[in-house]
């Protein structure tokens, strides 16, 4: 099929796009120092750090990622997106007190308070690795498959090329003030638009589910798969993915710097409650699409175009502008995100380190030319995605490879006071010494008959685990009161209960927190 676009769709993306940069130096001009750049001076309030976080994760590559895995795997991919309820909860309630209590610009700025600079310089690595692998690179190539479509006669690495510039003009220009507030604006659209393109979808089937039934196993439509299922058996969503969810939500600086901006501990708290909240749509408005497909499109064999093919198939002229806006907008959101956190991982956790004299106006220029060089990288590397069958294995097995030595780190220095510096410099050898290994492995094409990746990554995680308390046992611990800044104690929720009794039921995230919960084994049961 031909990917013809109108003027009038033409125009609508046009002018989302210049409102995005005019947006991205209205903000500009109001910094006056880092913490404004960096943080947007730390006032944020609840349903900008929701629609953020929501915007964020879910990029142009998500929703290509995700309609391609519910074409071919399933409903089972779905279980990254409940998941991340459970974390987001889990984050709210145990480490976003610490990391605002400690009024931290980075989320590794954690590790060095409760390890040592080295421990944090290795964590910013490899977040400033994934970001730009991971979340700024992928993004680039969905979006620039659905960009080639409109203008078959541009090569791939010309739209990628154009696509880094929008973002990073904005970016560099309005720093994480022009992030969150073009993510809520972006949010939106792109809720409505993977509601339209839903709709369409269903409308154009011609017996409805019964026209998706009558083709796919009835296992597709399961969230929970049998043990034996080699994309996702069931245990791994409480080891792999739980493992993968808790770096993404918990411990990215990518994700976590929106709560870090947050006015208050309250407002951080909603956001992610409210974040959370919008990540249960994710099945009906972004998977359902995918098995609409396999009616649809029954000889398709390259799952990251199916929801490309959807867009230009289906749409009528006007909606699929603002579709495409919404496409446009997740990709921006990510894009952005992974720019601006890369961008203030290197400035705070080693520019300062070794300028600790600069000014915040020097710290805001190292920004900028930062989020430039970072932007190029991203270029360069976006092309080679192609090269994997699915967008989708991309992502997942980039971060199941790096991801477990730096949840060892978080989760053993909040839980364990008998964690030390040397526990960590010893896990995270050996972690290296295994994620080296396993990339490899798949970099070679050696069958080594390791189980599926996501069982794998927990494991690494939990020989990390032992690893750092073991070897904690040599060397000196910090001191109490060093301690009762980072670790986690009863007393810590006692005293969070005693504050939450001044505020109405429906203010009190647990409340919140468990109605999602609520939700989420409802929607389990129903799928």
Request: charged content about 10%.
């Given at each position: 099929?031909?990917?013809?676009?109108?003027?009038?769709?033409?125009?609508?993306?046009?002018?989302?796009?210049?409102?995005?940069?005019?947006?991205?130096?209205?903000?500009?001009?109001?910094?006056?120092?880092?913490?404004?750049?960096?943080?947007?001076?730390?006032?944020?309030?609840?349903?900008?750090?929701?629609?953020?976080?929501?915007?964020?994760?879910?990029?142009?590559?998500?929703?290509?990622?995700?309609?391609?895995?519910?074409?071919?795997?399933?409903?089972?991919?779905?279980?990254?997106?409940?998941?991340?309820?459970?974390?987001?909860?889990?984050?709210?309630?145990?480490?976003?007190?610490?990391?605002?209590?400690?009024?931290?610009?980075?989320?590794?700025?954690?590790?060095?308070?409760?390890?040592?600079?080295?421990?944090?310089?290795?964590?910013?690595?490899?977040?400033?690795?994934?970001?730009?692998?991971?979340?700024?690179?992928?993004?680039?190539?969905?979006?620039?498959?659905?960009?080639?479509?409109?203008?078959?006669?541009?090569?791939?690495?010309?739209?990628?090329?154009?696509?880094?510039?929008?973002?990073?003009?904005?970016?560099?220009?309005?720093?994480?003030?022009?992030?969150?507030?073009?993510?809520?604006?972006?949010?939106?659209?792109?809720?409505?638009?993977?509601?339209?393109?839903?709709?369409?979808?269903?409308?154009?089937?011609?017996?409805?589910?019964?026209?998706?039934?009558?083709?796919?196993?009835?296992?597709?439509?399961?969230?929970?798969?049998?043990?034996?299922?080699?994309?996702?058996?069931?245990?791994?969503?409480?080891?792999?993915?739980?493992?993968?969810?808790?770096?993404?939500?918990?411990?990215?600086?990518?994700?976590?710097?929106?709560?870090?901006?947050?006015?208050?501990?309250?407002?951080?708290?909603?956001?992610?409650?409210?974040?959370?909240?919008?990540?249960?749509?994710?099945?009906?408005?972004?998977?359902?699409?995918?098995?609409?497909?396999?009616?649809?499109?029954?000889?398709?064999?390259?799952?990251?175009?199916?929801?490309?093919?959807?867009?230009?198939?289906?749409?009528?002229?006007?909606?699929?502008?603002?579709?495409?806006?919404?496409?446009?907008?997740?990709?921006?959101?990510?894009?952005?995100?992974?720019?601006?956190?890369?961008?203030?991982?290197?400035?705070?956790?080693?520019?300062?380190k070794f300028k600790p004299d600069a000014s915040s106006a020097a710290l805001m220029m190292y920004g900028r030319i930062i989020t430039l060089v970072v932007m190029i990288i991203a270029?360069?590397?976006?092309?080679?995605?192609?090269?994997?069958?699915?967008?989708?294995?991309?992502?997942?097995?980039?971060?199941?490879?790096?991801?477990?030595?730096?949840?060892?780190?978080?989760?053993?220095?909040?839980?364990?006071?008998?964690?030390?510096?040397?526990?960590?410099?010893?896990?995270?050898?050996?972690?290296?010494?295994?994620?080296?290994?396993?990339?490899?492995?798949?970099?070679?094409?050696?069958?080594?008959?390791?189980?599926?990746?996501?069982?794998?990554?927990?494991?690494?995680?939990?020989?990390?685990?032992?690893?750092?308390?073991?070897?904690?046992?040599?060397?000196?611990?910090?001191?109490?009161?060093?301690?009762?800044?980072?670790?986690?104690?009863?007393?810590?929720?006692?005293?969070?209960?005693?504050?939450?009794?001044?505020?109405?039921?429906?203010?009190?995230?647990?409340?919140?927190?468990?109605?999602?919960?609520?939700?989420?084994?409802?929607?389990?049961?129903?799928?």
């Amino acid at each position: 099929m031909e990917f013809n676009l109108s003027s009038l769709d033409l125009g609508i993306i046009i002018f989302y796009l210049l409102a995005v940069v005019a947006l991205g130096f209205y903000f500009g001009n109001k910094h006056k120092n880092a913490e404004d750049y960096f943080l947007a001076g730390r006032n944020l309030t609840w349903p900008i750090i929701g629609f953020s976080l929501f915007a964020s994760n879910m990029s142009s590559n998500s929703l290509v990622g995700l309609a391609g895995a519910g074409y071919k795997d399933g409903f089972s991919v779905y279980s990254y997106e409940w998941m991340a309820v459970v974390i987001l909860i889990l984050f709210a309630v145990f480490f976003l007190p610490f990391y605002l209590k400690n009024k931290i610009f980075t989320i590794p700025e954690y590790l060095e308070r409760r390890y040592s600079y080295l421990v944090r310089a290795y964590a910013s690595s490899i977040a400033i690795i994934l970001n730009i692998l991971v979340d700024i690179a992928a993004t680039l190539y969905a979006g620039g498959l659905v960009i080639n479509l409109i203008f078959p006669e541009l090569a791939l690495w010309q739209i990628i090329i154009g696509l880094a510039i929008i973002a990073g003009v904005y970016t560099i220009t309005g720093g994480l003030s022009a992030v969150m507030y073009t993510d809520a604006v972006q949010a939106v659209i792109l809720i409505l638009g993977s509601l339209m393109i839903t709709i369409y979808a269903y409308n154009a089937l011609d017996d409805g589910w019964n026209s998706v039934y009558a083709i796919t196993d009835m296992d597709h439509f399961k969230v929970m798969k049998p043990i034996d299922d080699e994309t996702m058996p069931w245990p791994s969503v409480f080891t792999g993915v739980l493992l993968i969810g808790f770096y993404f939500w918990g411990t990215n600086q990518y994700i976590t710097q929106r709560t870090l901006a947050a006015k208050n501990i309250r407002q951080g708290q909603w956001g992610a409650i409210f974040a959370g909240f919008l990540k249960l749509s994710i099945l009906f408005i972004m998977v359902f699409p995918g098995a609409f497909a396999r009616v649809l499109y029954p000889e398709a064999t390259d799952m990251d175009m199916i929801y490309p093919t959807m867009l230009f198939d289906l749409l009528p002229t006007g909606l699929l502008g603002i579709v495409l806006a919404g496409l446009i907008a997740a990709m921006m959101s990510s894009l952005d995100s992974g720019l601006n956190s890369v961008s203030t991982l290197i400035t705070m956790d080693f520019i300062k380190k070794f300028k600790p004299d600069a000014s915040s106006a020097a710290l805001m220029m190292y920004g900028r030319i930062i989020t430039l060089v970072v932007m190029i990288i991203a270029i360069v590397w976006a092309p080679q995605i192609g090269n994997f069958e699915k967008l989708w294995d991309y992502l997942q097995n980039t971060l199941a490879w790096f991801c477990p030595p730096i949840v060892a780190l978080f989760v053993m220095g909040l839980f364990t006071r008998k964690a030390n510096n040397t526990g960590a410099v010893f896990s995270i050898i050996i972690g290296s010494v295994m994620t080296i290994a396993l990339i490899s492995f798949e970099y070679f094409k050696m069958d080594v008959g390791l189980p599926n990746f996501l069982y794998v990554a927990f494991i690494q995680f939990l020989i990390c685990c032992v690893v750092l308390y073991i070897t904690s046992f040599f060397g000196s611990v910090k001191t109490e009161a060093e301690l009762a800044q980072v670790v986690w104690t009863r007393e810590e929720y006692i005293h969070e209960t005693a504050s939450l009794k001044d505020l109405a039921w429906y203010q009190n995230y647990r409340y919140q927190a468990v109605a999602l919960l609520l939700l989420v084994v409802f929607i389990l049961l129903a799928y």
